[in-house]
């Protein structure tokens, strides 16, 4: 909803671009250490590890999104709304498989589901709205997170030996 003056790409820098960056890390990021602590460990513990990387993740992300641009750059103009948009969409994207890990839903394989679904939409929103083509957002985004929760749940295998 864009209010009267703003176009299309200032909505872009403002709130498109870093709820996506948030999004992008938050469901690339947690998967390893959340499948790592889930095969390794019980739902509660891996849920509790879920969520602090998912806070981690989400404080990086906001960092990260209001030193990038101050509005020097663009017509962002706010780095607190970047910030807002960029660590709320990482802590989304993170908290949400940890919660589905530390409610003991099915553990790992209701969690990889709700992962994969949540690639699955950011390389949807990234084509719909930064414009990027549909083979390379699903490359980046679905085989980096899908790679990360395989070595995670590599790792958390190490423990039984």
């Known amino acids: 909803m864009r209010r009267a003056g703003q176009t299309r790409t200032t909505m872009r820098y403002r709130v498109s671009?870093?709820?996506?960056?948030?999004?992008?890390?938050g469901a690339v990021v947690v998967p390893a250490p959340l499948f790592c602590a889930a095969v390794a460990t019980d739902p509660w513990t891996a849920g509790l590890?879920?969520?602090?990387?998912?806070v981690g993740v989400a404080l990086h992300a906001a960092l990260s999104a209001a030193r990038d641009d101050d509005g020097g750059l663009s017509a962002a103009d706010d780095p607190l709304r970047r910030a807002?948009?960029?660590?709320?969409g990482a802590f989304l994207a993170a908290a949400l498989p940890s919660l589905v890990v530390l409610s003991g839903l099915g553990r790992v394989p209701f969690a990889l589901l709700v992962v994969v679904v949540e690639l699955g939409v950011v390389a949807a929103l990234r084509v719909r709205l930064v414009g990027r083509d549909v083979v390379e957002a699903t490359v980046r985004v679905v085989l980096a997170?899908?790679?990360?929760?395989?070595?995670?749940?590599?790792?958390?295998?190490?423990?039984?030996l």
């Open 84 to 88: 807002t948009f960029g660590g709320g």
């Open 145 to 160: 997170g899908a790679v990360a929760a395989a070595v995670g749940a590599g790792l958390g295998s190490l423990a039984a």
């Open 17 to 25: 671009e870093p709820a996506l960056a948030g999004l992008t890390a």
């Open 49 to 54: 590890v879920g969520l602090a990387a998912a």
